[in-house]
């Protein structure tokens, strides 16, 4: 049982490092002591679930993802608002340094997107791995799976490209986003 508890505190600070935190600044994030914090990373043991909870929703992994060390499949998407921090869908947010480390594959190099006002939707694609998009500016329809979502600028998604989905611009302006894609 002790092997598992050093498992979790191994994959929490495995989690840290890879999102560029310190111990002292996720201590300090979770309002903890340096060193409660240091001993659950170091055996895991007596960690509380909300602390764990809490360390899911920082480094933006599914939380069953941290209690097992079996990465969450990505099977629908999920919309962050500008300035609310949270999701509309059911993932937590996911912070756009951090990408690297939500994509199991390798990425590709980001490209800037510019879409004219169009009255057509975007016709659908699919493609394997994982797909982020960051608007800039303007405002962008993303139709995924027979659903549209309108982001404007500072709104971001990310959601699995299996899924049927496009991208047009919505108003009389053009739009230009981010997007970055994992093999």
Do not use: W
Not at 83 to 100: C, H, M, N, T
Not at 106 to 133: C, R, W, Y
Not at 144 to 172: M, R, T
């Amino acid at each position: 049982m002790d092997n598992v508890f050093k498992e979790l505190g191994q994959r929490i600070s495995g989690l840290r490092d890879a999102c560029g935190y310190t111990q002292e600044e996720m201590a300090e994030a979770l309002n903890l002591e340096l060193s409660v914090y240091q001993e659950y990373e170091e055996n895991g043991k007596n960690i509380p679930i909300s602390v764990v909870y809490e360390i899911a929703n920082k480094c933006g992994v599914d939380f069953t993802e941290i209690m097992t060390g079996v990465k969450a499949k990505l099977n629908t998407y999920h919309v962050v608002r500008s300035g609310q921090g949270r999701a509309i869908d059911r993932y937590p947010g996911y912070s756009f340094e951090d990408l690297a480390f939500r994509f199991s594959g390798k990425i590709m190099q980001p490209l800037l997107v510019t879409l004219d006002p169009s009255e057509e939707k975007a016709a659908p694609v699919t493609h394997p791995g994982q797909e982020f998009n960051y608007v800039l500016s303007g405002t962008v329809a993303v139709l995924i799976d027979g659903k549209e979502l309108v982001l404007g600028a500072g709104d971001s998604i990310y959601f699995n490209p299996e899924l049927p989905h496009g991208q047009y611009c919505v108003g009389n302006r053009s739009a230009v986003f981010l997007t970055v894609i994992s093999e």
